[in-house]
């Protein structure tokens, strides 16, 4: 992959009406079950980007007709849930790990044997977390050492339902094991420890699918499905991706003089935890035109600038703002005073290291920040390095974190291994720029 470097000038204010990109998340889920549906279905504001392309292109090897996606429409011919054909070819996950776990859970319960790979750093990620459950329902699959990809999993062989308590919350594996479930004989009953993402049971319900989730006390929750029924078509409009426009919330809190309104971003409960985290450190930020759309809670979100505060991060709101941390240490590190994350050891095995990476990279434009085993412990309020070089580890959310640093940075960031910002949000930079930052990207 060629290197695409960012170069940020510090300064700038926010100010402005955007749209980012659709929801990867609810992206990834339309495909898969649209696919696996009986009957048309129609999405808009479908991610173009490389990895919710990654399961499009999936389907497509097994034999789904997807038309698009055209400027955010993408049409599916589902072939109900027995109707997927075997690949010719292993199937290429690229950079996306929800790609590759939820269609593990799919595909154990076909009739043929599919292998999944993925790029170098999907490789580095544990799917072990997957194949346990997979197997206790009676999944055959083989994988690298410690339950590295590629997977090798074996078809032709009968599902059985499980009660499975999570290890760890974890959206991901939930997902996998309630659509493994869809073709298990008997009820699948999925424990999860804390809140994580529902996209797949609001989306399998709107697929007409019974889906039972009970509150088993303050956090824990139990989703229960039933094997052999049946997915009816639908229509998906997909919000835009609150973890994208986490980035723009972030830039217009630290940054003097903006005034910026984010328009239709996804505000399912499992997700906001970027803004409650946000409002806890004194981020003046409201929704607006707050709406339902296709079983999704949608808002406006508008943002002003607002000097922020350090804060002790309540371990709660860890696994509803699992994917936003990287531009939250950005947040941390323009407060005054001392933020504290503990209980996000998860974090430690995303696209890169994320806690390590990103103390490297606060510390390279002068910030004190002190990786721990879980967190992070980040003394905001000054930065003092000059002409800071950031090594990004090909990390989309490492790349875009450290352009919105340059708002409150004392002279130019040059960020490296940028090339995947596209995985998750193309045309970040034009964007970016076009409200108010100041960054350019070139081939190194």
């Known amino acids: 992959m060629k290197n695409i470097r960012f170069i940020v000038q510090p300064g700038g204010a926010l100010k402005g009406r955007i749209r980012v990109p659709g929801d990867k998340s609810i992206s990834h889920r339309s495909i898969m079950l649209g696919s696996i549906a009986e009957g048309t279905t129609t999405v808009t504001g479908f991610l ?28 599916i011919q589902g072939v109900g849930l027995k109707g997927l054909k075997a690949p010719s070819h292993p199937l290429n996950m690229g950079n996306s790990g929800t790609s590759m776990r939820l269609l593990s859970g799919i595909i154990a319960g076909q009739s043929f044997d599919c292998e999944l790979t993925g790029d170098a750093s999907l490789s580095k990620r544990p799917m072990k977390r997957v194949i346990d459950p997979l197997t206790l329902m009676g999944a055959k699959i083989d994988s690298a050492d410690k339950g590295l990809p590629p997977l090798h999993i074996h078809g032709a062989t009968s599902l059985k ?5 999570l290890p760890m919350a974890s959206a991901q594996v939930k997902s996998c094991v309630i659509l493994a479930g869809l073709y298990a004989e008997g009820e699948t009953r999925v424990v999860e420890p804390a809140p994580t993402r529902d996209h797949t049971e609001r989306m399998l319900r709107g697929f007409g699918y019974e889906v039972n989730v009970t509150k088993l006390d303050e956090l824990a929750t139990e989703v229960r499905v039933k094997g052999g029924g049946k997915l009816t078509a639908t229509h998906i409009d997909v919000p835009s991706d609150i973890s994208s426009a986490a980035f723009y919330m972030v830039a217009a809190s630290i940054a003097k003089g903006s005034d910026l309104v984010i328009e239709h971003v996804g505000i399912n409960p499992t997700r906001t935890g970027i803004i409650d985290i946000l409002r ?38 860890v696994p509803l703002a699992i994917d936003e941390f990287p531009v939250l240490f950005v947040a941390a590190s323009a407060a005054q ?4 994350l503990t209980g996000a050891e998860e974090l430690r095995v995303k696209e890169s290291d994320r806690i390590q990476v990103m103390a490297d990279a606060l510390h390279a434009v002068g910030i004190d920040a002190q990786p721990t085993e879980d967190g992070m412990i980040i003394n905001g309020g000054k930065q003092s390095a000059q002409n800071a070089q950031i090594i990004s580890h090909h990390d989309h959310r490492i790349s875009m974190a450290m352009t919105v640093a340059g708002l409150t940075a004392v002279a130019p960031i040059q960020i490296e291994d940028c090339a995947n910002v596209n995985t998750s949000f ?14 350019r990207s070139e081939e190194a």
């Not at 399961?55 to 400027?71: E, N, R, S, Y």
């Not at 005073?337 to 504290?340: D, F, L, Q, S």
């Open 161 to 165: 339902a499980i009660d499975y308590t």
């Open 280 to 317: 806890l450190m004194g981020a003046d930020l409201t929704l607006e035109n707050e709406r339902e759309v296709g079983g999704e809670p949608v808002a406006d979100i508008h943002v002003r600038y607002a000097p922020l505060k350090g804060i002790q991060i309540p371990e709660h709101l």
């Open 426 to 439: 193309p045309r970040f930079i034009e964007l970016a720029n076009a409200v108010g930052l100041n960054v």
């Open 337 to 340: 005073g001392k933020t504290v």
């Open 48 to 75: 173009e980007g490389e990895d919710s392309l990654a399961t499009l292109k999936a389907f497509q090897a097994m034999g789904v007709k997807i038309d698009g996606p055209h400027q955010g429409k993408v049409t």
